[in-house]
């Protein structure tokens, strides 16, 4: 079967780091994504792993180990408007997307 | 400014009536999604769409139905609502269901079925 797992909850203070990670389980793998949630709004798109190593973006980077099954996602000098969910998810081998429950980020002064 | 939009944004409907939630594109997007939403769970998809006139089944597609006429319009149709479809419902695409193809969201439907 497929799992994935994330923390439910994290917390965090303003201008620091936080590492948040994603475990799973799969038969088939097609690439990594994360994604961004602002309460009471839409998903958007962050990253996309599909190679082992690091991907980095301006204050966001993701990590991908395909043979541990794990991933994390690294948010640098943290600004309130990252309080947000942040929601992994892996492309199975008919490239459909299955979905962690998110773990929900509080910056705090 | 191109993207999804949903509608309604809002709506409580009593428990057997029909409901049709609609969405619509003009990023000219191949490949369609309905997800629900519910706290404490990852999205989940109920149907999906890779082209204008080919639909499929997600994970949860029991009481929802979908149409693809065209490539901008994809509804979902609750036949007979019930109180366990009271969710958060999200419409996305993407250009083709394939490898690193991102999705855009719309806004979001929240659905209360009483």
């Known amino acids: 079967g497929q799992n994935i797992d994330q923390p439910t909850e994290m917390t965090a203070t303003e201008g620091a780091i936080v590492q948040i990670n994603c475990t799973y389980q799969?038969?088939?793998?097609?690439?990594l994504f994360w994604y961004q949630q602002h309460a009471g709004e839409a998903p958007t798109f962050l990253s996309y792993?599909?190679l082992d190593g690091l991907e980095e973006k301006g204050r966001f980077s993701s990590f991908l180990s395909r043979s541990k099954g794990y991933s994390y996602l690294l948010l640098k000098e943290l600004q309130m408007k990252d309080s947000a969910s942040y929601l992994c998810?892996?492309?199975?081998?008919?490239?459909?997307?299955?979905w962690g429950a998110g773990t929900k980020l509080i910056i705090k002064p | 400014i191109a993207g999804i939009t949903q509608a309604p944004t809002s709506q409580i409907l009593a428990a057997g009536r029909r409901m049709t939630l609609r969405c619509t594109q003009d990023?000219?997007?191949?490949?369609m999604y309905w997800y629900r939403q519910d706290l404490g769970l990852g999205l989940r998809l109920i149907h999906y769409?890779?082209?204008?006139?080919?639909?499929g089944k997600g994970e949860v597609p029991d009481g929802y139905s979908v149409s693809r006429a065209n490539t901008d319009d994809f509804p979902l149709t609750l036949a007979s609502a019930v109180p366990s479809q009271t969710s958060v419902y999200f419409c996305?695409?993407?250009?083709?269901?394939?490898?690193?193809?991102?999705?855009?969201f719309g806004e979001g439907s929240r659905l209360t079925v009483l």
């Open positions: 996305a695409s993407s250009e083709q269901q394939g490898e690193g193809g991102e999705l855009f």
């Open positions: 769409s890779n082209t204008a006139g080919t639909t």
């Open positions: 799969t038969s088939g793998f097609n690439g």
């Open positions: 998810a892996l492309s199975d081998s008919n490239y459909q997307l299955i």
């Open positions: 792993n599909v």
């Open positions: 990023m000219r997007h191949n490949a």
